[in-house]
């Protein structure tokens, strides 16, 4: 899945629906259902926590660099800020974590096990 899933444009705009994040690339983007947390150095926010919402808007204009294989998803950018899809049972919502839409129409959707 890897490199499939790092987009080509860096991030262009957050939305926040209900407690759904949406991450758009300009033409890609991830909507994503499972709770997420960031990793700023050693500061960790979870999705809810105060200044988690500033952090994430924070990111656009970085780029994704890579995706490492941690929990459900991971998403590093380049400056060294990490977004994690989680899967712990506290942290599903619904049969997906995440679908993304890529380029040429490719869409990926993970499902939660």
Known sequence: MGEALVPSEPLSQVCFVHDDVQLVFQDEGFSIYNRTSIQIGVVQLL???PGFCDALVSLIGQRV????KRNVLTLAFENG???EVRGDD??????ESF???GPNGVIV???NV
């Open 65 to 68: 660099v890579s995706t490492p």
């Open 99 to 101: 679908q993304f839409n």
């Open 109 to 111: 959707v993970e499902q």
């Open 81 to 83: 800020v990490e977004l």
């Open 47 to 49: 999705q809810g926590d």
């Open 90 to 95: 506290a942290d599903i919502t619904g049969p």
